[in-house]
Structures are given as C-alpha cells and as structure tokens.
C-alpha cells in the first residue's frame, strides 16, 4: 500500500530514490577502505553500488552477520590503518550497542556507522515504529554522537552531511552514527 | 552433565606457550582471566592487545585487523578466545570462514565454563568447536597436551589458515590481580606496535634504492 502522500502529489519512491543516490555519492567522495554491511531494503541502490565498487576494486565490501560482529571488524581493521565504513539498519543498533559502548567507545576508535532508520512518518510496517523511532534517544542514552538525516535537511546537504559525519569520527576518535530516514 | 575428557593444560600453561611460540606476532586476548593471567607470565608485551571487556568481539576484532593493511603486514595476527566468548561470538567464525584470511590463528582455550563469573558451565562439552570451524573453512587442530600445542601452533605458523586451536585447558585459575589501564593507551600502543614492520619495510626499500 503506498503511503498516503501519494495522493498529495509526493512520488516517495522518487524522494527514497534521490536520498539513496547521496548517500551513494558520500560513500564514493569517503572511499572507504572496506565497507561491512547488512543491507535494509531503503538502502538497496546504496549496497548495490557498494558491491559494484567492489569488483571494480575500489574498497572491500562484505556482508557481516550481526552488527556487534560489524564493530568488532570495523575496529580491528581501524586499529591496523584501515578506514572502515559500517552500513546497518536501525532495527540492530541494539545488538550492537554493547559492543559500542565496551570497545570502540572506550579505546577510542572512530567508526563511522550509517544507519537506515525506519519508524515515525511515511513509514508503512507497523512493526518498526517501536524501535525505530527511538534509535536516537538509545544512542544519545549511549553517547554515542548521533547526526539525523531526513526531509529536514535538504536533500543536497545529506552527502556533505554524511562526509562531515565521517571526519567528525576521525577528529573526536570516536564511534559516530548517521541515521538516514529516507521515507521521511 | 557432560564433561570435558581429561588435559594436561592450565591456562597459565598454554598462555605462556602461546607467548613463546608467538612472541612479536600481533595478538588479541581476550577479557578475564585470559587477560590477566596473560600479564603474569608475560607481563605488557607490545604486540599484545587487551580486550578489556566486549565480550565474544576477539574473533572478528582480530579477523579486523588481521585484514587491514597493518595487520597483513605480520605473517600471523592471533586471537585468543574462551569457550564462553567463542559462542557468544560465534556468528564470526562464519564471517571469517567466508574471508578466509590465511594469516589468521585464533586459539580457543576451552575449560567449558565462565571462569570470570565463578566457573558456571558453558555449551562446550556438548560441542564440536573444532569441527564447527572446520565447517566455515578453517583449519583446525583439537589439542589437550602441551606437545600438541607447540605442534599446532608450530603448523598453524607454517600452513596457510585460517587456523582455529582448540586447546582444552583444566578448571584451574591462578590468582592475578586486576588489571585496570586506561583503555585509550591500549590502543595507541597496538595501532603503533601493527605499524612496525611497514615502517621497517619502508625503511628497506629507502636502503635499497
């Protein structure tokens, strides 16, 4: 069932489509060095073009299992010059929120994590509001230093947004989230 | 209740082994007891990282570094994992099986229990971790005497892993006392420490031209 702004005139799939596109953009200008993901179906385009970029040999792309496991890499590789990037969804922040909190966190290694987030307006499964639209508050609770991506930031600021996020991490060596709402 | 067959290791026995067979490979060890009877019979090496906490995280911490460009500047990079930490962790065997970094060993030193928290049982005895590993495509050795240790680890440096070593170790814990460093200095002396030998390589290749 497509959301009701639709009938207002507002293509979301189109809204979803270009979001997608800079985030893409902000992953190519980054060039990480391996990009560990679990996919979420609004950031489709996002892992696509990251598994093409890989066979062109641009970075290292790999599925991870849990996202706890996806910071543990992340660090590892951090800690031998690596710069990784982590994709994820919001629906795992809480597997992942002890392995935040207990390694990078304290030893100081900045992991950039983009995080789908799904939840709250325009969004149509009943089932992820729940979580979803307290994934910042948990990470805030963690202190884990959190930037928000969605309609209110023009959509031409979202890759600029996503690559300051990412020398954030670097300049405070810390665990950094960005939570991208591409349905609203 | 099922119990492991019989050893001849410690774990202060198979640490002190593992520090002598790997004595400047990268090596990351996990929380506890590991950790701190580690620093009893080795004392703060510098190619030892301590994980202080995160629990289950030494597999993919080390499959991490054993991928990034420093780490696969050493010819081995170890990770040393409990029993309990291994199956908290365990999705990362799969992970790693899949990679398939050769210079991977990680040592699972398996009493089947907690030995942090007082001892309480683990999964382990009722497992095959070796064989689990085997599965996701490492190379395994099931080691409960102190020759083997040194034979596997002896293999695991020459073949071609990823290796897993599961070493069952007894009951016992030697008193050691807490270990409390701040954790930021750990890790700056590990990043410094996996930069070595590409410092070292750069240095060789200024010599020779």
């Not at chain 1, 641009?58 to 849990?66: D, E, G, N, Q, V």
């Not at chain 1, 709250?120 to 009943?126: A, C, F, P």
Request: glycine share 8%; aromatic share 4%.
């Amino acid at each position: 069932m497509p959301p009701l702004t639709t009938a207002l005139g507002i293509d979301s799939r189109e809204v979803v489509a270009r979001r997608a596109d800079e985030v893409t953009r902000a992953i190519d200008h980054i060039r990480p060095t391996h990009v560990l993901w679990i996919p979420s179906s609004t950031l489709k385009s996002v892992i696509d073009s990251i598994e093409v970029r890989a066979r062109e040999g641009t970075w290292i792309s790999m599925p991870i299992t849990r996202e706890e496991e996806g910071i543990g890499i992340a660090s590892g590789l951090t800690l031998g010059g690596a710069k990784p990037l982590l994709v994820i969804q919001d629906n795992g922040i809480g597997n992942c929120l002890t392995a935040l909190t207990t390694f990078p966190q304290p030893y100081h290694l900045p992991i950039v994590m983009l995080v789908s987030q799904r939840g709250g307006l325009n969004e149509y499964n009943s089932m992820i509001h729940t979580l979803g639209e307290r994934v910042e508050d948990i990470l805030d609770a963690a202190d884990i230093r959190t930037f928000l991506l969605d309609e209110r930031v023009p959509v031409e600021r979202w890759a600029t947004s996503i690559v300051g996020a990412w020398e954030h991490a670097e300049m405070t060596h810390r665990p950094v989230a960005v939570l991208l709402n591409l349905l609203y | 209740m099922t119990t492991l067959p019989p050893t001849e290791l410690t774990r202060l026995d198979a640490l002190a082994a593992i520090h002598h067979a790997f004595p400047s490979e990268p090596v990351v060890i996990a929380l506890g007891t590991m950790v701190r009877e580690m620093l009893l019979v080795a004392g703060r090496q510098p190619n030892h990282l301590h994980v202080l906490d995160a629990m289950g995280l030494v597999p993919a911490i080390t499959l991490g570094v054993a991928m990034s460009p420093n780490g696969a500047a050493h010819a081995r990079v170890v990770g040393i994992e409990g029993d309990g930490g291994l199956l908290m962790g365990l999705s990362s065997i799969a992970t790693i099986g899949a990679t398939r970094p050769e210079n991977l060993v990680l040592i699972v030193l398996d009493n089947g229990a907690y030995a942090a928290t007082g001892g309480q049982r683990t999964a382990s005895p009722h497992l095959d971790l070796a064989g689990m590993a085997r599965a996701c495509g490492f190379q395994t050795h099931d080691i409960r005497t102190a020759a083997g240790l040194a034979v596997a680890m002896l293999d695991a440096k020459v073949r071609p892993g990823p290796w897993l070593l599961r070493v069952a170790i007894g009951p016992k814990n030697q008193a050691a006392p807490y270990f409390l460093p701040d954790p930021v200095e750990l890790a700056i002396d590990f990043r410094r420490y996996l930069q070595v030998p590409v410092e070292r390589r750069a240095n060789d290749e200024s010599a020779s031209t």
